[in-house]
């Protein structure tokens, strides 16, 4: 597998490439990467919980698809290792549809024959991104009161996956 490219380059919000058609004719990007996430809601979604816990971004950013992954294992490994399957909600709330491109440059010996400068600049699709705005959720977990703690603590270590900053942002539900 190629290494990945540091995140600074994708970092600034660019308007997105997410042109996909069923008709090869019409599609902007060739090719369309899998998405990495495997679940976007985890645990016991039928039940009811007093609490709900958000993650929210600090600022615009994107977000790759292995890095909301990364956020979402930590998160849910946590949680279930206390609760168990049952007791808590976890979901992931931004979908990765901007699509990552790459125009890779050569270096080296003989690097003039390979490389096509600016003249077929556009890339290659290389992953997909979130782009999250300022006061975002991220991620949201529901779950009681007396799990509360051990939420914040997981959603507090998947904040550290992601880049930029994160707060946690608790409301209370009306049950009933």
Avoid: W
């Amino acid at each position: 597998m190629a290494k990945v490219r540091k995140f600074a380059a994708y970092r600034r919000i660019e308007r997105p490439y997410t042109r996909v058609s069923k008709y090869r004719k019409k599609n902007y990007i060739r090719a369309n990467p899998a998405i990495q996430i495997a679940r976007f809601v985890m645990g016991n979604n039928r039940a009811s919980y007093g609490y709900t816990l958000r993650l929210v971004s600090k600022e615009d950013l994107q977000i790759r698809s292995n890095a909301i992954e990364s956020a979402r294992l930590t998160c849910n490994k946590m949680i279930e290792d206390e609760l168990g399957k049952t007791g808590y909600v976890i979901r992931v709330n931004k979908y990765p549809h901007h699509i990552l491109r790459e125009n890779p440059l050569a270096s080296g010996a003989g690097a003039d024959r390979m490389s096509t400068g600016m003249a077929a600049s556009f890339g290659k699709p290389i992953g997909h991104a979130a782009q999250v705005r300022r006061g975002e959720t991220i991620f949201t977990v529901k779950t009681d009161k007396k799990n509360l703690q051990l939420a914040t603590k997981a959603l507090h270590r998947a904040s550290s996956k992601l880049p930029k900053g994160c707060y946690i942002k608790v409301s209370e539900n009306k049950l009933g």
